[in-house]
């Protein structure tokens, strides 16, 4: 798991990181992007041709990048690494967060290059083959 995250940063430099807190990251972007695609292709793009737009699938991302980053930052920096509050936050839970919105907004157009097949008005978005 620590080579997923490590494309950006160098694993020496992080003194305090365990396993439990690239397993809990991995999950929070896991099922946070699962969620959103879900929603997006298989329960607005099966009702509606209302939120068939580039734009829209877009802004669901967006909320995904935004609801990973929150989470992220707070079950990391109060469950896995029990700090009491925001001053005691190192500037790897900051980093980490950022690195794992990144791959949220990957994950989330890959996860659409396979859901999009399950949608009747969205099958086209993000790129039509």
């Given at each position: 798991m620590e080579?997923?995250?490590?494309?950006?940063?160098?694993?020496?430099?992080?003194?305090?990181?365990?396993?439990?807190?690239?397993?809990?990251?991995?999950?929070?972007l896991s099922f946070s992007t699962l969620l959103f695609v879900s929603i997006f292709y298989l329960l607005l793009g099966r009702k509606s041709m209302r939120f068939s737009s580039v734009g829209h699938w877009f802004l669901f991302g967006f909320y995904n990048n935004i609801i990973i980053f929150g989470i992220t930052v707070l079950l990391e920096g109060f469950l896995v690494f029990e700090l009491a509050s925001f001053q005691d936050f190192d500037y790897e839970i900051w980093l980490f967060s950022i690195i794992n919105t990144l791959y949220?907004?990957?994950?989330?157009?890959?996860?659409?290059?396979?859901?999009?097949?399950?949608?009747?008005?969205?099958?086209?978005?993000?790129?039509?083959?």
């Open positions: 080579t997923f995250y490590f494309l950006f940063e160098d694993t020496n430099n992080w003194s305090v990181w365990d396993e439990k807190g690239f397993t809990v990251g991995f999950m929070i949220g907004f990957v994950l989330y157009f890959l996860f659409s290059m396979v859901f999009k097949y399950f949608s009747i008005f969205s099958k086209y978005y993000p790129v039509k083959f």
